[in-house]
């Protein structure tokens, strides 16, 4: 699924206005009719509303849902800033039956106690941070005690760049027209979005289908439509032949956790090579491995062939002793075959930059933000590191999989995926091992190192919600995002 900037979300307004051809009056109508229905379907027991209008398009959609909600039995306040506004806000507030108490307020709501408060305040028009007396009643709105739903975006969070005031709404669910915004995707604007969610308000879908966007979400439709399905003569040695390079004293869980990972994500012939510590317990944990061991016993000290390899992974537990950094030099010199680097590999790369030179076109890092500085330096915000990345997976010609709440996966043209799945409680030790063996046996299946990074990071993220569904986000560890990857693949598959 594309994210329109909202000057292109403006056009395929426009565009469907003329095209479809349908009055903007009653395109308003039909995006408010569509948010009332999300509405009801969420708040069934017909609550008290108040809905907090500004003079925008935004606060039009704000004063026809107040008359939709109160046509649907619930009792409804609204508050106004101005009782003119543009042209679709007047027209509605002209439409307001009798019934609804409506307040043209000028810094205060008065006081509020129960029920539910609709945002429509300011939408994807804010163009300067909210003020004066707009700021006091945002701090109402934010002080109120019962859940607050915005229209569209929250008012103060800009669709396409860091908010940049202190006066912002915090929502507990922003209902988005269409298609997610990017800001919805950013860390620091969780607290302000809540959870989103998407209403179809019928925008014209070829228009949207034909506009340029280098941002998406990755959809399960989308992966399903990417994940190969075994061929019925497939035998072990046709679903690829793939190596992780991982372990060392200490560390030889991260290994194991990428080891059966890849294994529960359809790799044929998996060889783990592991310093000598790790032999016995790579083949005591993971039986269905081969082991190849270095002479070293502590950490990874030599050179690996990667001869009839079909995909490696290099980083699980590696450490970051100097002699590997070494070792690490020579693997990256030497490698012909699709490869994710990940942890202590990238961590290794960042405090030798040079290495950077060697790493083959395609190769897949898979950086958490922290990792992702030391790469690439500190970013302000969210969205600049956005750029950063996007930048460096271009210069560097390398896939870039940052991984977050909304692990981002930037290739190589200047594309980004967001991915859709996952929970926090993912964020637990050994989540990225599992990750890298997912990719790395994606990648000895054949999958493109972009497609391979995009159906990983959503199978990963999917089995993560299977887990924590049954166990809690609490509870739920590395070994059980593995234990329930056949889920996972198995709803991919389902059709
Ligand atoms: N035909 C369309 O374009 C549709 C638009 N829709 C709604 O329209 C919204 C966009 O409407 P608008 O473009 O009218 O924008 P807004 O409703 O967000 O408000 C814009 C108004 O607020 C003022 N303003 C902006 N920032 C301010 C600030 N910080 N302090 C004080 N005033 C400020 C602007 O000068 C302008 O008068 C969308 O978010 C969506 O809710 C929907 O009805 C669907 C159809
Ligand atoms: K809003």
Same mark, same amino acid.
């Given at each position: 699924?594309?994210?329109?900037?909202?000057? =292109?979300?403006? &056009?395929?307004?426009?565009?469907?206005?003329?095209?479809?051809?349908?009055?903007?009056?009653?395109?308003?109508?039909?995006?408010?009719?569509?948010?009332?229905?999300?509405?009801?379907?969420?708040?069934?027991?017909?609550?008290?509303?108040?809905?907090?209008?500004?003079?925008? *398009? !935004?606060?039009?959609?704000?004063?026809?849902?107040?008359?939709?909600?109160?046509?649907?039995?619930?009792?409804?306040?609204? +508050?106004?800033?101005?009782?003119?506004?543009? @042209?679709?806000?007047?027209?509605?507030?002209?439409?307001?039956?009798?019934?609804? @108490?409506?307040?043209?307020?000028?810094?205060?709501? %008065?006081? #509020?106690?129960?029920?539910?408060?609709?945002?429509?305040?300011?939408?994807?028009?804010? &163009?300067?941070?909210?003020?004066?007396? +707009?700021?006091?009643?945002?701090?109402?709105? !934010?002080?109120?005690?019962? =859940?607050?739903?915005?229209?569209?975006?929250?008012?103060?969070? +800009?669709?396409?760049?860091?908010?940049?005031?202190?006066?912002?709404?915090?929502?507990?669910?922003?209902?988005?027209?269409?298609?997610?915004?990017?800001?919805?995707?950013?860390?620091?604007?969780?607290?302000?979005?809540? &959870?989103?969610?998407?209403?179809?308000?019928?925008?014209?879908?070829? $228009?949207?289908?034909?506009?340029?966007?280098?941002?998406?979400?990755?959809?399960?439709?989308?992966?399903?439509?990417?994940?190969?399905?075994? /061929?019925?003569?497939?035998?072990?040695? !046709?679903?690829?032949?793939?190596?992780? #390079?991982?372990?060392?004293?200490?560390?030889?869980? /991260?290994?194991?956790?990428?080891?059966?990972?890849?294994?529960?994500?359809?790799?044929?012939?998996?060889?783990?090579?592991?310093?000598?510590?790790?032999?016995?317990?790579? =083949?005591?944990?993971?039986?269905?491995?081969?082991?190849?061991?270095?002479? $070293?016993?502590?950490?990874?000290?030599?050179?690996? !062939?990667?001869?009839?390899?079909?995909?490696?992974?290099?980083?699980?537990?590696?450490?970051?002793?100097? =002699?590997? @950094?070494?070792?690490?030099?020579?693997?990256?010199?030497?490698?012909?075959?699709?490869?994710?680097?990940?942890?202590? %590999?990238? *961590?290794?790369?960042?405090?030798?930059?040079?290495?950077?030179?060697?790493?083959?076109?395609?190769?897949?890092?898979?950086?958490?933000?922290?990792?992702?500085?030391?790469?690439?330096?500190?970013?302000?915000?969210?969205?600049?590191?956005?750029?950063?990345?996007?930048?460096?997976?271009?210069?560097?010609?390398?896939?870039?999989?940052?991984?977050?709440?909304?692990?981002?996966?930037?290739?190589?043209?200047?594309?980004?995926?967001?991915?859709?799945?996952?929970?926090?409680?993912?964020?637990?030790?050994?989540?990225?091992?599992?990750?890298? %063996?997912?990719?790395?046996?994606?990648?000895?299946?054949?999958?493109?190192?972009?497609?391979?990074?995009?159906?990983?990071?959503?199978?990963?993220?999917?089995?993560?919600?299977?887990?924590?569904?049954?166990?809690?986000?609490?509870?739920?560890?590395?070994?059980?995002?593995?234990? +329930?990857?056949?889920?996972? $693949?198995?709803?991919?598959?389902?059709?």
């Amino acid at each position: 699924m594309k994210i329109l900037s909202s000057s =292109q979300i403006r &056009d395929a307004d426009k565009h469907t206005i003329e095209n479809e051809p349908i009055e903007s009056i009653d395109l308003m109508e039909r995006a408010s009719a569509s948010f009332s229905k999300w509405f009801i379907g969420e708040f069934p027991g017909k609550c008290k509303v108040h809905v907090v209008s500004g003079k925008g *398009n !935004n606060g039009g959609d704000g004063l026809a849902v107040a008359r939709i909600l109160k046509r649907n039995g619930y009792e409804v306040k609204v +508050y106004t800033t101005s009782d003119e506004g543009s @042209e679709d806000f007047n027209i509605n507030f002209h439409r307001l039956p009798e019934g609804i @108490e409506r307040k043209v307020v000028d810094d205060s709501l %008065g006081s #509020i106690e129960t029920g539910v408060l609709i945002d429509a305040l300011f939408g994807s028009g804010l &163009d300067r941070p909210i003020e004066g007396r +707009y700021a006091k009643i945002v701090k109402e709105i !934010n002080q109120f005690a019962g =859940q607050v739903v915005s229209i569209d975006i929250p008012s103060g969070v +800009y669709a396409d760049n860091p908010v940049d005031g202190e006066h912002v709404v915090e929502a507990t669910h922003t209902v988005s027209f269409q298609l997610p915004k990017l800001a919805f995707f950013m860390a620091e604007n969780e607290k302000f979005v809540g &959870d989103w969610h998407v209403v179809d308000i019928g925008l014209d879908q070829n $228009f949207i289908d034909h506009t340029d966007s280098r941002i998406h979400m990755v959809t399960l439709e989308d992966v399903r439509s990417y994940l190969k399905k075994p /061929a019925k003569f497939s035998h072990k040695g !046709n679903m690829g032949r793939s190596m992780l #390079i991982c372990g060392s004293s200490g560390k030889m869980g /991260a290994c194991i956790i990428a080891a059966r990972a890849a294994l529960r994500s359809g790799a044929g012939l998996l060889t783990c090579y592991v310093p000598a510590v790790g032999e016995n317990i790579i =083949q005591t944990a993971v039986p269905e491995a081969m082991a190849m061991v270095s002479t $070293f016993q502590d950490y990874h000290v030599e050179e690996a !062939n990667f001869k009839g390899m079909d995909a490696v992974g290099i980083g699980p537990g590696l450490g970051t002793e100097d =002699q590997t @950094e070494m070792a690490l030099r020579k693997w990256i010199k030497q490698l012909e075959v699709p490869a994710v680097i990940d942890a202590d %590999g990238l *961590n290794m790369i960042s405090s030798r930059p040079d290495i950077l030179k060697h790493v083959p076109e395609g190769t897949i890092f898979t950086p958490h933000p922290k990792e992702f500085s030391r790469l690439a330096g500190e970013a302000e915000d969210s969205f600049k590191r956005l750029e950063m990345a996007r930048e460096y997976a271009k210069k560097h010609k390398v896939i870039i999989v940052l991984k977050g709440a909304y692990t981002a996966v930037f290739d190589t043209e200047g594309s980004v995926y967001f991915n859709s799945t996952g929970n926090p409680g993912m964020a637990t030790g050994g989540s990225g091992d599992a990750l890298t %063996g997912i990719i790395t046996a994606l990648l000895g299946q054949g999958y493109s190192s972009k497609w391979a990074a995009i159906v990983g990071v959503f199978i990963h993220g999917l089995a993560g919600d299977e887990a924590a569904e049954d166990l809690g986000c609490i509870s739920m560890t590395a070994t059980d995002i593995i234990d +329930y990857l056949p889920d996972a $693949f198995r709803h991919v598959e389902m059709r």
